[in-house]
């Protein structure tokens, strides 16, 4: 949860305002309170104070029941208590108020959008769900139009698309961001990513090349870039760049991983076993990488090494059984009888 936006937007409004921290305690306070409870001065500043010792219940209970009065320095203090209580569409509700009376607050839009992201995650209910992602889209593109300029609202939207594998909408606000803020390197590396999955090959090719030249130091630019040569049917050219990657990133997973994969592809089992074993070591935790390698172990004849990692792919993901399962139907096909009885063995521990 990004409870930090709401604190930044308390920041901006109350910029000027008297600390109350340090000039009055909340014992007094309440005592002032208990004697003029509609005091919405006494009541803002003892909010203020709890929500700066981490209350956020009391900060609900002081200024929700008056929330149709507080300033709205102290509607920003409610809705950050929610946010912090994960109570999204309290926090919504409050940030919609903060909106409507300031409609041009570009950062009002943009936390209200955020707010609603994390509303919506709670969200079980698919259709209610759609719903509140598409205010969020609206809060965030109002933010936008506010200020060109503010930079995490496109962040926040871009985000939102890729998650939920928008990639049109993805690529779309990226060439708006390329415009505003320039060819970063961020925006290159996502554009030549999401070309190579759509299939637009051509585009994809030189997207990832601009990108590879404008930061060399992004391994997963080369995976796409070969990959986009593969599906293109140039298989050398992908060869090349797979190659030039696993050499130029002996610490990259993706690029190990990728290489192994090509090779695995063309049946050539000990080579794709190098890489994959290389892809193990770069990310001993990586599910593909110890499936790929214990499978592909298999094939070059050292099934006693294939199975501890088998297992170990197996912590992660239950589906291996089936892997295990056809291993050791092999095994028993080469009557290596004692030996199948283990991979059954993991396999019936494979949970």
Known sequence: MQHWMTAILISFFCIGLPSVAQQTSISQLEKQLQKKPDNLKVRSQLAELFYQ????????????????????????????????????????RILKAVVDKDKKNYQSHYILGNAYIQWAKQTEDLSRKKDIRTKAIGSLRQSIELNKKFKPSYDLLLNMFIDNTENYEARTLLNDMIQQFGKRPTFLNDKCRLLTLDGYLNQAID??????????????NYVYLA?????????KQSERMLKIAAKRFPQSEAAQWAAGEFYQKKKNFPVSNRYFGAAVKADPTSLRANRSYATTLMEVGQPEKALKYFIDACKDDPNIRSDIATAAAKLRLAKRYSLSKKFMSAKYKCQ
């Open 207 to 220: 997207e990832c090349k601009r990108a590879i030249m404008v930061s060399k130091k992004y391994p997963d």
């Open 227 to 235: 990959q986009a040569y593969f599906d293109k049917g140039e298989e």
């Open 53 to 92: 010792e981490k209350n956020f219940t009391k900060v609900v209970e002081l200024l929700n029941p008056y929330s149709e009065q507080i300033p709205i320095s102290s509607y920003l203090i409610l809705a950050g208590a929610y946010s912090e209580l994960n109570q999204h569409d309290q926090e919504v």
